[in-house]
């Protein structure tokens, strides 16, 4: 049995663009909160923090896991950005191109270290977790 770690990630600009922030949380197996992450991002705009919010949580699932190791969990990223979810899945493209450094960082950290890796997209009310953390973030940032 494969062990399971979900990252919820949240990313919000007040104003777009304006003061940004990223909020993490990342979960194992049974449930057990592993690490919370909030970061002020500066002034950027809405997709570019949900996109780096998804970022800084694989970065962070990368420092908690030996290399071996990560290839063997199975990852889910769940965000409420519907829009990132689906082009992440491959489901929608790109247009804005400020995303395309972004989703090309995301993309080689798949095909390097996150081999089975999925992106879903959650109702906001399932990542109220990921949404105070970036919230905290913004708020700091002021």
């Known amino acids: 049995m494969k062990e399971k770690i979900i990252i919820f990630t949240d990313g919000g600009a007040r104003g777009n ?22 970061e002020f991002l500066g002034k950027t705009t809405n997709n570019f923090a949900e996109y780096e919010a998804v970022i800084i949580g694989l970065q962070t699932v990368k420092k908690l896991f030996s290399k071996d190791r990560l290839k063997e969990l199975d990852i889910e990223v769940k965000l409420d950005s519907q829009l990132v979810a689906r082009q992440l899945s491959g489901e929608y493209q790109i247009k804005e191109e400020t995303l395309f450094p972004q989703f090309i960082k995301i993309h080689n950290m798949q095909v390097k270290d996150f081999p089975k890796i999925k992106f879903s997209h959650i109702p906001r009310e399932k990542n109220k977790e990921a949404d105070r953390l970036a919230n905290k973030a913004m708020d700091s940032g002021r």
């Open 17 to 38: 663009p304006g003061p940004a922030g990223v909020g993490i949380v990342i979960v194992g197996d049974e449930g057990k909160v592993l690490k919370e992450v909030s």
